[in-house]
């Protein structure tokens, strides 16, 4: 008797053990799944945002300091458009300080120029972009303004009960209201749009100003040391 029930509570738990490990080994594949999900959402939206990033740059070409090396395009078709970009850049700052007899001041004027003259390609860019926003803004409003007296003419032709009238001018009061807070929104999203264009023109320049200026104090050593040793020549030797 003692026997048995000692076989049963025996079979008992090895019955609830095999229920324990079948329920941790759902649990663990389950988890393993939604692991595998997430990373795979995870990668999905990655990719999508890089080429989004890709498709938009944060500052159009017009806009970049960089040498003018379009003759090199059929060699350089291979490397990928950022490189090109970083390379160009470079080879514009390692042309203004190319030739060591120029003035270190030369030279950092030569930059300032292009820059002043990239700001205010920009500058005319973003206000040209808003007069043709505000223009056409301007243009639409008309039109729905024009549209809407239309509506009231023709509805005031005939007479109608107040009910109607009431529906009528509430619609048409309802519409100028729609209309109006959808072109605030259109206006908020171009300002941001030209915040934005800025900040990321702002953030370039800053950063093409510390690298040209890192170059420039390279560059003016070298030229103090060049024009050093010119003049330890010419006391040398007056002929030379």
Same mark, same amino acid.
């Given at each position: 008797m003692t026997k048995s029930r000692f076989l049963n509570v025996d079979s008992v738990l090895k /019955?609830? &053990?095999k229920v324990i490990i079948v329920s941790l080994g =759902? /649990?663990? &594949?389950?988890?393993?799944?939604?692991?595998?999900? =997430?990373?795979?959402?995870?990668?999905?939206?990655?990719?999508s945002?890089?080429?989004q990033n890709k498709e938009k740059p944060l500052v159009e070409d017009s806009y970049r300091l960089k040498e003018d090396r379009q003759k090199f395009d059929e060699i350089r078709k291979d490397i990928p458009p950022e490189r090109?970009?970083?390379n160009d850049e470079k080879a514009f700052i390692a042309g203004l300080t190319s030739d060591i007899t120029r003035h270190p001041e030369a030279v950092r004027e030569k930059f300032s120029s292009i820059v002043r003259k990239k700001r205010e390609l920009f500058n005319k860019d973003l206000e040209k972009s808003r007069n043709e926003f505000t223009k056409q803004e301007r243009k639409d409003r008309e039109a729905f303004n024009k549209n809407s007296e239309l509506q009231r003419k023709e509805f005031t032709k005939d007479k109608h009960t107040n009910d109607e009238r009431k529906d009528f001018f509430g619609d048409i009061d309802q519409k100028r209201k729609d209309f109006?807070?959808?072109?605030?929104?259109?206006?908020?999203d171009f300002e941001a749009n030209i915040r934005e264009?800025?900040?990321?023109?702002?953030?370039?320049?800053?950063?093409?100003?510390?690298?040209?200026?890192?170059?420039?104090?390279i560059y003016t050593k070298k030229h103090d040391a060049y024009m050093k040793d010119l003049e330890s020549k010419k006391n040398e030797d007056p002929s030379y």
């Open positions: /019955a609830s &053990f =759902v /649990a663990v &594949f389950a988890f393993l799944t939604l692991s595998c999900q =997430v990373k795979s959402q995870r990668s999905e939206m990655s990719d945002s890089a080429e090109a970009q970083e109006y807070t959808e072109q605030r929104e259109k206006r908020d264009k800025r900040k990321n023109f702002e953030d370039y320049m800053r950063e093409q100003n510390n690298d040209f200026n890192y170059e420039h104090r």
